[in-house]
């Protein structure tokens, strides 16, 4: 059986023990399957990319003994077709524009029941403002949304699970409907989004496992219904544990003390990594 793990890292900081953990359990399970390892450069927002970061992820896999084919893709090259996907659902009828900010979501969100405002895998769920905005007069610097219920495929959605779900993984189309909202599809500064990029790219490299942290088990959900009205195939997924900083908190980007170039500068070598994350 054909086996394509991916690490996907956003050149926007330092890989830190967290990345480093993602990505060797995505290498080891390669290896173990004789699989092929990919490095995806994920880099759609260019407002926080830079050259520097993307070289220092190179050099840190290496370091760690992860190999990769090169070159790697870059999403920031892969926007035409990003479009050309987003104009296909526009023209069915499937997206439309939304002009809201954060601060209008937040506030029709809470408005009337004052509860607190339901979050998903995006911040809050969108309660739908824009959503009967006519798409003939598209205001300039709209996002684009999906109409996540006239986009659902199927009553029933399932995906694979080999991490911390283990097993068969189920959800319905009216729960993501509520829980996850119309996502953007294409961000007013980038074109595209995220979860469209990542369904996209999986599919166009034949990645059949996606080995990344539990933060994106939601999110997941999301690529899976994106997959079943792209008619793309849906990989395996294996949802690992995250490493965390003593308090308990998850690793962030910021987190410069955990960089791996850090501990590189410092003298260890990749083994203490390994047992540094419990590999
Ligand atoms: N660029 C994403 C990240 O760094 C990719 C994760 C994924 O899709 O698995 O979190």
Avoid at 90 to 112: F, H, M, N, Q
Avoid at 124 to 131: E, Q
Avoid at 185 to 194: H, I, V
Avoid at 244 to 256: I, P, Q, S, T, V
Wanted: hydrophobic content about 40%; proline content about 5%.
């Amino acid at each position: 059986m054909a086996w394509i793990e991916r690490f996907a890292p956003s050149p926007t900081g330092p890989l830190h023990l967290g990345h480093a953990f993602s990505a060797l359990t995505a290498w080891d399970r390669a290896v173990a399957y004789s699989g092929e390892f990919l490095l995806r450069i994920e880099d759609i927002d260019q407002s926080r990319c830079r050259p520097h970061w993307e070289q220092q992820i190179f050099e840190d896999l290496e370091w760690l003994g992860i190999r990769w084919p090169k070159p790697v893709l870059r999403q920031s090259k892969r926007l035409r077709s990003y479009q050309y996907v987003i104009k296909t659902l526009w023209d069915k009828g499937l997206v439309y524009p939304c002009t809201c900010s954060r601060r209008d979501i937040a506030e029709a969100a809470r408005a009337p029941q004052e509860d607190a405002p339901l979050l998903g895998p995006d911040g809050v769920v969108y309660p739908g403002t824009c959503r009967k905005q006519s798409a003939e007069d598209l205001p300039e610097n709209a996002a684009l949304r999906l109409d996540l219920r006239a986009a659902m495929k199927a009553d029933i959605f399932r995906f694979e699970e080999t991490g911390l779900h283990s097993g068969s993984v189920e959800f319905s189309a009216d729960e993501a409907i509520e829980t996850i909202g119309d996502i953007v599809l294409a961000r007013r500064d980038m074109g595209t989004s995220y979860h469209l990029s990542v369904v996209l790219d999986d599919a166009f490299q034949g990645v059949t496992h996606v080995t990344r942290g539990e933060d994106l088990f939601e999110a997941t959900k999301i690529h899976v219904i994106l997959q079943k009205l792209l008619g793309l195939p849906t990989p395996t997924y294996h949802h690992h544990r995250l490493i965390r900083d003593e308090n308990g908190k998850r690793l962030a980007k910021r987190d410069d003390a955990r960089a791996i170039s850090k501990y590189r500068a410092e003298g260890a070598t990749p083994e203490d990594i390994r047992r540094i994350v419990g590999l």
